[in-house]
């Protein structure tokens, strides 16, 4: 498979709680946590590639752009997402740890594995991964559109015709959703 070059400076984020409890099973929080990203994302000017929000942490491929950096970037997310929890939990005792890894030399292929790894996350939440809400494949799929995440970006590197380029993704989890099982079971 031919890919077209993602240019840019990517970032795998994670956002844990200090005390590791399952301080986000709320959906609300996860919910809100959401908007309060889409509210703040042209202010701090980032771009969301994938991201899956599980009970204890949530994950994000993310490209910050030039004028904010990865700092500002991650450091207004963990805010968001301190705020979120306690709007609904104001005793809540967890603070945000945030992990960053910078991406150096991430190809559009690299990308494309950072997105199926973060969606497979899922795995053990919902039977299948495109009905797990809080994750950005479904939003791939056109099935719970936040408006978060840039799809167009990732599929483009696919194929120039959209209907293809979906097809080419859902086929790419697949794959990798096998190689993952099969990995797991030789391990056994």
């Not at 701090?44 to 942490?57: K, N, P």
């Not at 994950?59 to 990865?70: A, E, N, T, V, Y």
């Not at 991406?103 to 299948?128: N, P, Q, W």
Request: charged share 25%.
């Amino acid at each position: 498979m031919s890919y077209t070059k993602i240019e840019g400076d990517f970032h795998y984020l994670i956002f844990r709680g200090s005390k590791r409890t399952w301080w986000l099973a709320d959906e609300r929080v996860k919910k809100q946590f959401l908007n309060r990203l889409l509210r703040i994302r042209e202010k701090v000017r980032f771009r969301v590639y994938a991201f899956c929000i599980l009970d204890q942490e949530a994950h994000f491929l993310l490209h910050p752009l030039k004028d904010s950096g990865i700092g500002q970037t991650s450091d207004a997310m963990a805010q968001e997402l301190q705020e979120s929890y306690l709007s609904l939990y104001p005793c809540g005792k967890e603070e945000v740890e945030t992990v960053s890894k910078r991406m150096v030399f991430c190809g559009s292929e690299d990308t494309l594995k950072y997105c199926c790894y973060i969606h497979m996350l899922a795995r053990g939440y919902a039977e299948r991964i495109q009905d797990y809400w809080w994750s950005s494949y479904s939003e791939y799929l056109h099935k719970n559109v936040t408006g978060l995440v840039e799809t167009e970006t990732v599929l483009r590197t696919l194929d120039t015709n959209p209907h293809r380029a979906l097809q080419k993704f859902v086929q790419y989890h697949k794959k990798y959703s096998l190689l993952i099982k099969n990995v797991s079971q030789s391990e056994i």
